[in-house]
T-cell receptor, first 110, second 119 residues
Framework: DAKTTQPPSMDCAEGRAANLPCNHSTISGNEYVYWYRQIHSQGPQYIIHGLKNNETNEMASLIITEDRKSSTLILPHATLRDTAVYYCISMGAAGNKLTFGGGTRVLVKP | GAVVSQHPSWVICKSGTSVKIECRSLDFQATTMFWYRQFPKQSLMLMATSNEGSKATYEQGVEKDKFLINHASLTLSTLTVTSAHPEDSSFYIC???????????????FGPGTRLTVL
């Protein structure tokens, strides 16, 4: 599974969009990009996943570059409850194990 | 989404004792469950993969005789920390894969975690 790189931390303002980047320059053609988040002292929560098309659900949007070497998770209107560590993970569809990197610690400020 | 529970949510034990942590999938059948460990301010580290009815597969460096995993049914996996020591104090998290809905992609549902403190 390809390695992903994320900034260690970022702040964003409540009510504004939060754009979380992820670099996965060695991703292979059959690997998906998954995003999870972990609120303090809780288990991780699935957010969204994609292969090559942009995806949107009730939580977030996922923008994947055409060359698939990077992606951006967008929280359209960040709230204080979105403060968490966000993990970007790449893995093939047949893969089994999620390997968590360092993630991005997002602090939403009033 | 599917729900995974863990019990207990926290436990304090004396050094040398064994502690059992349960992981249950409440509204789906999980042929595969995973156990993670997380130390403060660190990321999750996969300990083992548990398949119903077969032996667990442990990650490199994880002692299988110390961390006993049993996945006897499609809704229950247990992790037993044997002869626990203070260095085993950590946040233990399980996850389960619902093959019924996630056969194509790898959505996993995580439990709320169990905080173990060994005195």
């Amino acid at each position: 599974d390809a390695k992903t790189t994320q900034p260690p931390s970022m702040d964003c303002a409540e009510g504004r969009a939060a754009n979380l980047p992820c670099n996965h320059s060695t991703i292979s053609g059959n690997e998906y990009v998954y995003w999870y988040r972990q609120i303090h002292s809780q288990g991780p929560q699935y957010i969204i996943h994609g292969l090559k098309n942009n995806e949107t659900n009730e939580m977030a949007s996922l923008i994947i570059t055409e060359d698939r070497k990077s992606s951006t998770l967008i929280l359209p209107h960040a709230t204080l409850r979105d403060t968490a560590v966000y993990y970007c993970i790449s893995m093939g569809a047949a893969g089994n194990k999620l390997t968590f990197g360092g993630g991005t610690r997002v602090l939403v400020k009033p | 989404g599917a729900v995974v529970s863990q019990h207990p949510s926290w436990v304090i034990c004396k050094s040398g004792t064994s502690v059992k942590i349960e992981c249950r999938s409440l509204d789906f059948q999980a042929t595969t469950m995973f156990w993670y460990r997380q130390f403060p301010k660190q990321s999750l580290m996969l300990m083992a993969t548990s398949n119903e009815g077969s032996k667990a597969t442990y990650e490199q460096g994880v002692e299988k005789d110390k961390f006993l995993i049993n996945h006897a049914s499609l809704t229950l996996s247990t992790l037993t920390v044997t002869s626990a020591h203070p260095e085993d104090s950590s946040f233990y998290i399980c996850s389960a894969r619902d093959w019924g809905t996630s056969a194509i992609y790898n959505e996993q549902f995580f439990g709320p975690g169990t905080r173990l403190t060994v005195l």
